[in-house]
């Protein structure tokens, strides 16, 4: 009897290289006579281009050829943009090298090709542009005045999108009680530790592509589209790729670009980009202003909640932009019914980096802005905020539920996941302990932040993608292959970067097919060996990649079945299959699988209409969404004299279905609820009034380190998918969709008897105390 | 072009550099040492963290003719014999890494941490590691292999 091999804290297959160098950076690899790539930057936010002079560049030691804008011009394309949700989208013209115009600091102007990155450096230095200032647009409410500049010839206005369920106004009407409040979400910066980088190769014909990216085949079908080199010609590899969070789902103007060079040229250029050019052109996420009412009975119940939301694109669409903050749509609602519900967003051009997908992709938003709400609604009842959730929970006998904003949850026990965190805790102790600090007059008082929170992940049905308007679907590609001495390899669509993948889908091919965890390999993100595939976003790999590759399996197992059968001398219904092998009912005669592998391979003796081998090819599309949901709590310290605050504990319980791997699924967990915590507390992108990035460098952009984060208690509770055969949700995002409320919350929990009931992100301790200042006044 | 002779991973090499060569590009360009990653252009993230003389440098920090008559451990220098060294086992066994990027900064600096204060708090450890930025782990598993690294190479030592 063999171990269940899902459900086991596996360490991972993934380390042993990581931990010893041996790592494939796409900046670790180089072909031979490789050229380096660098690109000058626009330091103009907005400014028609009128002179560019890259002739003082050609002639320098090692240069090999500097270009601009105008000689990429009539093959360039347009940087693509795949989601225009709302019917209205205006989608600019986005040329991936800046020929007249630059509309944000940083954008490609110009470039240099030289036989080493010191060389092109001092290269760049020697090529003269001439700009046109025209005046920056920077804030969201300005942008849509008549009196501002515009940055696209029609307008500052992206799109508007609008959905209602239920009667909003009898909601409001005569409601007992109407919270009204604005909140910001801060521009943030993604920052994965590896910076970007792209190699590219050509032979003449064809086009090979190393490339630090979450979506190796997205890319390649886009690079075709906008390049016009053919589909075909063209192969995208994703080697080691260090952190995405979103980043790297992207088309981005140095990969179109570098395949141009590659191409004129004839020879491997190669690109990595320095942390402070990434700051400036790697897109940003978040940047919205949400102003949300909610009307709720006495007793806290809900009636309606409204949101008006103002998303600032930045300067163009880029590949997920106009849908990001769309898929708020389905999620301020959360957990909670209600009568009626509207969303409402308009998208905003500005002069800056163009905002896209960063870990959660508009659910963090989401969730930050319903939270507070909640939190604030039961501070007008002077309720606790654990009890008006729970008035308005979905309960857990009422799954599968469907909302008002129209998804259907299929599994949850909200109930339980917050009895749990609560216990773990202390939750009655804290508060108990924070009245006393009120009563004593404390300088130091203690926050309580809660934050119950769903989303909708593992992105996604194609159905609803096609339904609201995307260019691709939501499927996953996996394919299961035994080969002849029984080790078996696996293809997965799904394209890691950090997650590991290779560990968690060995775990599901040893049970399926009941052989060894050590006996599987799993092969991925080069679409010369994983010809289809969706990639890694949206906390989707698992629900839908990892279960592409179990129906793999199921598809080889019954395969061997009729081959057993033809072995066994049997009817295939007379066979049991477990533990890897096919036993005759009844009789001790039997075969593994990796011995009708051999059996398949040699061929000597197959059945009629059996083919010579053990191995398939699946692709799965879901059902529906996954909708982990989890209780999270925070504990703050705050300083009242200066400001400062301080987590004391943190507690998540968290459901994330069916676990395949806990070690990898409390990492996820980790690393989300810190990033979470980082907007809260720490990151914010600041642009001054000319339209440059103050955040630049990593010395000006604060990620938390070690000393700046407490550690975190983490359990779970179990409420199976009911979407996929394995139970399973997604993981990659909850952490940090849930965290930033609790802590906000905490903070505004331990200021509210002194009159605070906002502190807008990240809460530093100057914002802190110019809260408290202003209330003081 | 000044010379300089520097000792990486064990091996001696005699290297004609530019004055203004960055010793992680000496490593990764010139050496092939590519285990050493680049994380950052403002000394911050730590990524690119090596022995120098024994103790941790960033070395997009330290130019190349600063390491002249040096001896270099990098990443790819730390295991013995084919064995990882135990603060390598310590991340493996504890999930301490997810994309693995700041892992082999993040490894030296523990080890270098571990000089000074051969069994430290979580405290110390977090202090310890302020240098080193990591956007995967949220540092929990992190904190708790460099304790176990602490651990077995206070065992290491002790059992001759």
Known sequence: MTTQEVGRPRKRKEDARLLTGRTQWTDNLSRPGTLHVMFLRSPMAHARITRVDVSGARGLPGVVAAFSGQDFEAEQGSLPCAWPRSGDTVVPDHPPMAVSQVRYVGEAVACVVATDRYRAADALEAIEVDYEQLPAVLDMNEALGDSAAKVHETGNQAFTFRETSGDLEAAFRDAPVVIDRTFVQQRLIPSAMEPRAVLCDTDGDSFTMWTSTQIPHILRTMLALVTGVAEHKLRVVAPDVGGGF?????????????????????????????????????????????????????????????????????????????????????????????????????????????????????????????????????????????????????????????????????????????????????????????????????????????????????????????????????????????????????????????????????????????????????????????????????????????????????????????????????????????AGAFTVRGTGSQKTIQELALAAFAAHDLPDGVEARLDSDVTFDPENFSFPHGTHLCAVEVDTETGMVKIRSYVAVDDVGKVVNPLIVDGQLHGGIAQGIAQALFEEAVYDADGNLLTATMADYLLPSAADLPDFALDRTESPATSNPLGVKGVGEAGTIASTPAVVNAIVDALRPRGVADVRMPCTPERVWRALEGVRR | MPRISVTVDGIHYEEDVEPRLLLVHLLRERLGKTGTPVGCDTSNCGACTVMLDGKSVKSCSVLAVQADGCDVVTIEGLGANGALHPMQQAFHEEHALQCGYCTPGMVMAAIDLLREDPDPSEETIRQGLEGNLCRCTGYCNIVRAVRRGAQEMGQAVRTP
């Not at chain 1, 896209?356 to 309720?383: H, K, Q, W």
């Not at chain 1, 905020?385 to 857990?396: A, Y």
């Not at chain 1, 395969?559 to 066979?575: F, G, T, W």
């Open chain 1, 246 to 578: 979103g980043s790297k789902l992207q088309v981005t103007a140095e990969e179109v670009l570098c395949l141009l060079l590659a191409r004129k040229l004839g020879r491997p250029v190669k690109w990595t980009e320095s942390r402070s050019e990434g700051n400036l052109t790697v897109h940003h996420g978040r940047d919205q202003i949400q102003h949300l009412r909610l009307a709720a009975d006495a007793d806290g119940r809900i009636r309606g909640l409204q949101v008006e939301l103002l998303a600032d694109m930045g300067a163009y669409l880029v590949l997920l932009t106009p849908a990001v903050p769309l898929l708020g749509a389905q999620m301020f609602n959360a957990i909670y019914k209600m009568d009626a519900y509207e969303f409402a967003c308009t998208g905003v051009f500005t002069t800056k980096m163009p905002t896209d997908a960063y870990r959660g992709a508009g659910r963090p938003e989401a969730t930050f802005g319903i939270e507070r709400m909640m939190d604030e609604l039961a501070a007008e009842l002077r309720m606790d905020p654990l009890e008006v959730r729970r008035r308005n929970w979905i309960k857990h006998e009422e799954f599968p539920y469907t909302t008002i904003s129209g998804l259907t949850y299929d599994s949850g026990n909200y109930e339980a996941a917050t009895d749990r965190a609560t216990a773990l805790f202390g939750y009655d102790k804290l508060r108990a302990e924070q009245n006393d600090r009120r009563d004593r007059g404390d300088p130091v008082q203690l926050g309580i932040g809660v934050s119950t929170y769903t989303e909708m992940c593992g992105l996604g049905p194609s159905r609803w993608f096609g339904e609201n308007n995307a260019g691709a679907g939501g499927w996953e590609h996996g394919s299961v292959r035994v080969l002849p001495t029984g080790k078996v390899e696996v293809v997965t669509g799904s394209s890691p970067h950090g997650q590991g993948h290779v560990t968690a889908w060995s775990q599901i091919v040893a049970d399926a097919l009941g052989v060894p965890f050590e006996d599987v390999t799993v092969l991925h993100g080069d679409t010369a060996i994983s010809p289809k595939g969706l990639d890694t976003y949206g906390s989707r790999s698992l629900t839908i990649g990892g279960i592409a590759v179990l129906k793999a399996c199921d598809k080889v197992t019954d395969k061997a079945r009729k081959l057993a059968a033809h072995v066994l001398e049997c009817s295939p219904d007379d066979l049991e299959f477990e």
